[in-house]
Structure formats: structure tokens, C-alpha cells
Nanobody, 123 residues
Framework: QLQASGGGSVQAGGSLRLSCLYS????????IGWFRQAPGKEREGVSC????????YYADSVKGRFTISSDNAKKTVYLDMNSLKPEDTGVYYC??????????????????WGQGTLVTVSS
């Protein structure tokens, strides 16, 4: 299972930290990704982290502003979002994918999804 939390409403330029609490699987074998879906748009991959590959990946739109990290003891993956822009608004989901390669963000490769948390950035 995965449970996303930490969304909220902020002004442009602000920051939020999203958390994805996971259970029932070993992070060593999986990639955990963050996706978002803006109103009226398709879901897109934002960032992912893989313990096995020891790698992280960021979409160009968030590179330099977002940071993904993991705390294995807490079984939580974080997404620190800084310098938020109105275009970052959307429902953010975390999901896991088994034995994915570096930087894979095809949502169809991710099997289990959290419930989503809403991020609203106002201008």
C-alpha cells in the first residue's frame, strides 16, 4: 500500500513537502514515483527514486525545484517542492513499480497507487 499526504494551498514561490508512506513491499526491489494530474490534463510523471538503481529522476519541468528522497526506517518517500508555480497545481500521486530501470516514468509500469493529495499553487 501507498499513502500520499502533505498537499495543501500555497502561493507561488512557496514550498510543500509531500510524503508517501509505503508498506507491504521491500523498497529495495521497487521504484517509487510521484505523478501529478492537473485539471483537464493527463497525468504526468514528476519524479522517481529507485533504491536498487540508487537513482533519482526528475521531469524537466521540476528539475532544480523538487527533490525526492527516501527514509527507509520510516518507509517513506518524500517530495520536497520549492519555488512552486501555479502550473504545479494538481493532484499528486505516489506509486510503485517493480524492478524498473533508471528514470522509468511510464505510469503503466507502476502497479500500485496511493490515493492522491491535492496541491494548489496560487499566483
Amino acid at each position: 500500500q501507498l499513502q500520499a499526504s502533505g498537499g495543501g494551498s500555497v502561493q507561488a514561490g512557496g514550498s510543500l513537502r509531500l510524503s508517501c508512506l509505503y508498506s507491504g513491499f521491500s523498497f529495495d526491489d521497487y521504484t517509487i514515483g510521484w505523478f501529478r494530474q492537473a485539471p483537464g490534463k493527463e497525468r504526468e510523471g514528476v519524479s522517481c527514486i529507485s533504491a536498487g538503481e540508487r537513482s533519482t529522476y526528475y521531469a524537466d519541468s521540476v528539475k532544480g525545484r523538487f527533490t525526492i528522497s527516501s527514509d527507509n526506517a520510516k518507509k517513506t518517500v518524500y517530495l520536497d517542492m520549492n519555488s512552486l508555480k501555479p502550473e504545479d497545481t494538481g493532484v499528486y500521486y505516489c506509486a510503485n513499480g517493480y524492478a524498473l530501470g533508471r528514470g522509468v516514468m511510464d505510469e503503466y509500469e507502476y502497479g500500485y497507487w496511493g490515493q492522491g493529495t491535492l496541491v494548489t499553487v496560487s499566483s
